[in-house]
């Protein structure tokens, strides 16, 4: 034999030593994210976590899977990659907490036509960062080069995050007739509604390069503000007693998440007075015209996430999340009927 090398793997575009420089740059980060339960590091077949560790006695399993949706477009058309993996750990984590589950661990799936080192690591820390943020750990995850299957530079995320919580405190249970509804601040859009919002930035004229409107810095960094992580507050919440339900305020806004913590027969009253909406919002509705109701059910218009909960807890679980950081608003209350109707205007 001549010794002369045929067609390799590298040849057809996919890079082996690339994908194992990347294991190798993000093992630290998810290093970070140990917590009890691990049982091993990256690089096996399957990913193993101890729930008895975890302090679990009768646990049920809970599990999401989400994400970061057309936000990604804005993350690739501006080089700023930073963020997008805690959009992915945030979509997953905070639905989880709304069934009253602490998130145990989490892996990720990152798909591109070629692997560009670098940028796939500076995802991979974001997500280990939002995996920090929410108590879970950074377990394992799939990182697959697809010539052919995306444009150049382009690439896709998803991610799932497992929970748990003990048997019989699944949320929600107990929401009833005058339960007060406390709403956290957003940090802007999040990771919903980005369909329209690149529609709208179309229509004013604007470059992802140009000043942002309302805030420091560019219009594209504004937008790509990281969606904020409820987990550890929610939680600390949860266990004071007293809440009944948790809604994620995602896709659908208040009008479409709201109602599914309701029981059947039971609304909600919201009074849109109760908070200011966020500049992003108002620059956004002026752009395009864009009617109350709608802006309802496609943004979260400046509040993440809601807590149901007890009248008679409400002032004491208000302040355990000021005291954890969060921007608390009383937004209204549940009542009789279905679906949420609304006092005031967005302002």
């Known amino acids: 034999m001549s010794g002369k090398n045929g067609v390799t793997y590298a040849d057809a575009g996919v890079d082996i030593d690339a994908g194992n420089a990347l294991v190798e740059r993000i ?44 936000k990604l477009r804005i993350a690739i058309d501006t080089g700023e990659v930073d963020g997008v993996g ?17 998130p145990l661990f989490f892996l990720d799936y990152f798909a591109t036509g070629k692997l560009e080192t ?27 080069e697809m010539p052919g299957m995306y444009p150049e530079g382009d690439f896709d995320l998803a991610g799932f995050a497992v929970g748990a919580m003990e048997r019989g405190t699944a949320l929600p249970e107990g929401v009833a007739e005058g339960d007060v509804l406390l709403g956290l601040a957003s940090s802007g859009v999040h990771s919903n509604g980005y369909s329209l919002v690149r529609k709208l930035v179309e229509m004013s004229g604007l470059d992802w390069d140009a000043p942002c409107p309302w805030d420091e810095g560019s219009l594209g960094a504004a937008l790509l ?20 339900g948790l809604a994620h305020i995602t896709g659908g806004g208040l009008s479409e998440n709201l109602p599914r913590v309701l029981p059947e027969g039971l609304g909600a009253e919201v009074d849109l007075g109760a908070w200011a909406l966020p500049p992003v919002f108002d620059w956004l509705r ?24 007890d009248p008679a807890r409400a002032g004491a679980l208000r302040a355990v999340l000021e005291g954890a950081g969060e921007a608390v608003h009383e937004l209204g209350r549940v009542v009789a009927g279905e679906g949420v109707t609304y006092r005031g205007t967005l302002a």
């Open 225 to 244: 503000k990281p969606t904020r992580l409820y987990v550890k507050q929610a939680l600390a919440a949860v266990r004071a007693g007293g809440v009944h």
């Open 27 to 70: 093992k630290p980060a998810a290093k970070r994210t140990d917590r009890p339960g691990v049982m091993a590091g990256l690089g096996g077949f399957g990913a193993l976590f101890d729930l008895k560790a975890a302090g679990y006695a009768d646990p049920v399993l809970v599990a999401a899977t989400d994400g970061v949706g057309t």
């Open 86 to 102: 805690i959009d992915l750990v945030a979509m997953c984590v905070n639905d989880l907490v709304c069934q009253g589950a602490e």
């Open 118 to 144: 670098d940028k796939a690591a500076r995802i991979v820390e974001g997500i280990a960062e939002g995996c920090v943020q929410s108590g879970c750990a950074l377990i394992g995850g799939e990182t697959a």
């Open 286 to 309: 002026g752009v395009g015209g864009i009617d109350e109701g709608e802006m309802l059910k496609t943004f979260n218009c400046g509040i993440g996430m809601i807590l149901v909960v």
